[in-house]
């Protein structure tokens, strides 16, 4: 933010995002900012006039298109009319033998896990869970849907309570643990195969100093004047192909 001028969230440091929100910016947000193509101004719509936009801070924002981007709340209501249950368990049991699989709100500390990284992924992990509970039901039973696992309003889930269950069972139950570990290594490999760190930063690169020519008209920027690649050395931050490569 700081290097491409662009407005630094009023939530930094304290956290790298608002509840709620993924961090969705991209590299032609900070690039466009860099050229000048762009800027950022944070306030609160007053009223609108012909040729812009009036804040309640009374500054004017002269513009041709004006895009209502409003947020949305999760639609909740038809889970609780099919299943008759309003409450959900953190393991996403709604009761014995049935569970909800449903985006939930992307609350702050859930970007440090595997699931907000999209290492684990959500709904593979615990439809395994569910497969798991069929089967053990005795052994798993207690730990899946039974009185001692906290519950929420399903309007109120948030990833955190799913994410700390799903921890919670991967140290309990090694078969878990094992379904956990193999989709991890799985989707490493996947990744390796298909684009190799090396490979992913180059392309990155590339694609980064495409973005300078597009917002330059198709004429190329020089490096000097380009915002700055900040990972050149990304690649050397994972693992050698042949750690991660089993055959």
Known sequence: YAKSTAATPECWPGKIKHDGHTISVSDIWFIAHHMGKMTTKT????????????????????????IGCIGFERNTTFCEQLTGHSHIKHTNYLDKNMMYLADAEIDETA????FGSSVLEYAKFFSNVY????????????ALWGY????????????????????K??????????????????????????????????????EWIETHTRLNGGVPVSAEKQLPFYFEEAAAWCAPAAEVLTN
């Open 43 to 66: 306030g609160e719509l007053d009223y609108m006039e012909e040729r812009g936009c009036v804040l309640s801070d009374g500054s004017f924002l002269p513009a041709d298109v004006v």
């Open 111 to 114: 970007f440090n896990s595997f």
């Open 131 to 142: 497969v798991e509970g069929l089967k053990r039901p005795e052994a798993l039973g207690e």
């Open 148 to 167: 001692e696992v906290p519950e929420t309003p399903v309007k109120e889930r948030k990833w955190t309570q799913y994410i700390g269950q799903g921890l």
């Open 169 to 206: 069972l991967i140290k309990m139950d090694q078969t878990i643990c094992n379904m956990a570990a193999k989709q991890v290594k799985d989707r490493t490999e996947h990744f390796y195969r298909t684009m190799p760190p090396a490979a992913f930063v180059a392309v990155n690169k590339r």
